[in-house]
């Protein structure tokens, strides 16, 4: 059965198009049919991540008012044959959308891939509530830091009071993806610890994504990080939170500040 | 919120509690004034066994019933003679009648219009301000003289007597159980009774409950607990760490409160028209 899970944070620029391009090729590198969905209409970024920008011609909003076909819209990777994109478009604004029209597009997605998952845009509003309002379950991204917990504590609301599921008195499946990480920081006690933000939101841990050049590598090429170099430690953790999504009991390793105290030391003999 | 629902107390208060204790009379000279503006239930001494925390002054910015014990004062005929005495009075002790609420009550005096207008003039003139004038025939009332109180009923307040009259009894405090967190940007507002939360408060999310509320988890966020007037309401928390704490409109924001009382357990109440904190550690 189909699984559609969307990928929000409230807070803009804290990972959510980053983790939806990792987790959607996860999954799919696991042999699992997945679409990413870009909702961010207007400012259009997971068709650059996932390195298929010059091959969108329609998008989302082509689809969703019946310009065109869906199967003409999808955006097959080059990498993983099962791994589609439906791309944003960039030349609209979120208005363009309709919740109609979205949920025609939700419908048809599900009866063609197991995974389908959607790439929220920043903020509260109505961007960001149609890529939530059909999800199944949802992906918390947060950064640890209050401004970032905050908005996610507040998206986290509307989650249980907005999406669909929740309107009819369903229970919305929700995880906490810590993105950004980073360990040597969080050691010094400049960013709040795990368990604060565990405590903060209450919900289940899916997975910590230490803050990695790696990421903006992947993303110079175009390429989600988890294709990229699959042994770099935020591919590494993405790999292991896909496998949690889909059921499996992975142990969780909270990145440490070991190797971050070693990377000092050579740091300063080098310099 | 606030205003629209306290509105109605104020003359509520006005009307049925304006206190005499003190009357002045032109003989008598030599008592002791001790004047307050609490209500006697607050005098109680019960505050000495609770610890108290000094903070910075709590910010009020509301209306809410108020009793004062006002001065009456009482003139006695030959008008002019008395207002003589006052003057020895205020020679004596000038500024005494400064700021403290002062009614003019002739009972039983014969005073006529021109009577009235002269007295309430020589106070004004005396810089002497009045908030009304108590025994008077209510045919007297004009515009340019203080409102009439009449048996506790203020005359000018009579547009607003069928409002008090029409408010309603408050119903049974009826319990709100929440099995959830607030989360940030949520608003629980539940006028009827106590408000208890299974969970936290998010730091941007707020509670507000005519009566206590009670927090099984962290208040990072706003309580408002008596918001529709209730100063016995109180708050409590396993762990404190709010952005604000308001009692029937007195509030706390986190600036004020002691480093002493964060993360921990904690009972908010009101006393002395002011928020105090206590832990439970
Ligand atoms: N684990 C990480 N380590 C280092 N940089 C990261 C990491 N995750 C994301 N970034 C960087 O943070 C920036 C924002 O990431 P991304 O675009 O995925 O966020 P977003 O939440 O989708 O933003 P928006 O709200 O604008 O859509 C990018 O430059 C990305 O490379
Ligand atoms: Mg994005």
Redo the contacts between chains.
């Keep these: 059965m189909a699984e559609v899970m969307v990928v929000t944070s409230g807070k803009g620029g804290v990972g959510k198009t980053t983790s939806t391009a990792a987790l959607g090729a996860a999954l799919a590198q696991a042999g699992q049919n997945v679409a990413v969905v870009d909702f961010d209409v207007g400012l259009r970024n997971l068709d650059l991540i996932m390195g298929a920008e010059r091959r969108v011609v329609y998008d989302l909003i082509n689809v969703a008012n019946g310009e065109a076909r869906l199967n003409q819209a999808l955006i097959r990777d080059k990498r993983i044959d099962t791994l589609y994109l439906l791309p944003a478009s960039q030349t609209r604004d979120k208005d363009a959308l309709t919740e109609e029209g979205v949920k025609r597009v939700i419908d048809e997605l599900r009866g063609r891939f197991d995974w389908i998952i959607c790439d929220s845009p920043a903020g509260i509003e109505r961007g960001a509530q149609l890529a939530m309002r059909f999800a199944d379950l949802a992906v918390v991204i947060a950064n640890p830091e209050v401004s970032s917990v905050r908005d996610s504590d507040r998206i986290i609301g509307l989650l249980d009071a907005k999406t669909l599921r929740a309107e009819n008195g369903e229970t919305m499946e929700k995880h906490l993806l810590l993105t950004r990480y980073d360990a040597q920081r969080a050691g010094r006690g400049e960013m709040l610890s795990v368990e604060d933000v565990l405590e903060i939101l209450s919900i289940p841990l899916l997975g910590i994504i230490p803050e990695s050049d790696e990421v903006l590598r992947a993303s110079n090429v175009g390429s989600p990080v988890t294709l990229n170099n699959a042994q770099s430690a935020p591919a590494r953790a993405y790999l292991d939170a896909a496998k949690r999504l889909r059921g499996e009991d992975v142990p969780m390793i909270i990145p440490s500040q070991k190797k971050g105290l070693l990377d000092r030391l050579f740091a300063r003999r080098a310099a | 919120m606030k205003q629209a629902s306290a509105r109605p107390r104020l003359c509520g208060k006005l009307n049925g509690k304006l206190l005499k204790t003190y009357r002045i009379l032109s003989k008598i000279f030599g008592f002791k004034a001790s004047l307050t503006t609490r209500r006697p239930d607050w005098d109680t001494p019960s505050k000495a066994s609770q610890p108290v925390i000094q903070t910075p002054p709590t910010r009020a910015i509301r209306f809410r019933g108020r009793s004062f014990q006002a001065l009456a004062l009482c003139p006695e005929a030959p008008f002019d003679d008395w207002l003589k005495d006052v003057d020895a009075w205020l020679e004596r002790s000038p500024g005494f009648f400064g700021g403290k609420p002062l009614v003019l009550d002739v009972t039983g005096r014969e005073c006529n219009a021109e009577a009235l207008s002269h007295l309430v003039k020589a106070f004004a003139a005396r810089d002497i301000r009045l908030l009304g004038v108590e025994g008077a025939d209510a045919a007297l009332a004009r515009a340019e003289l203080p409102p009439f109180l009449s048996a506790g009923k203020a005359a000018n307040f009579i547009d607003m007597a069928p409002v008090v009259a029409a408010a309603p009894e408050p119903p049974a405090p009826q319990g709100l159980i929440i099995e959830?967190?607030v989360?940030?940007?949520?608003s629980i507002v539940h006028p009827e009774g106590d408000v208890t939360i299974i969970?936290?408060i998010?730091?941007?999310?707020e509670v507000i409950a005519g009566g206590s509320i009670h927090v099984y988890g962290?208040l990072?966020g706003r309580a408002l607990a008596g918001a529709y007037g209730n100063p016995r309401a109180r708050i409590f928390c396993r762990k404190l760490e709010c952005e604000l704490l308001a009692i029937d409109g007195l509030y706390k924001v986190a600036d004020e409160i002691d480093a002493e009382w964060r993360k921990k357990p904690a009972m908010a109440w009101l006393e002395n028209d002011s928020v105090k904190i206590k832990s439970f550690d």
Excluded: I, T, V
């Design positions: 959830a967190p989360r940030s940007g949520q969970g936290s998010g730091s941007g999310a962290a990072r």
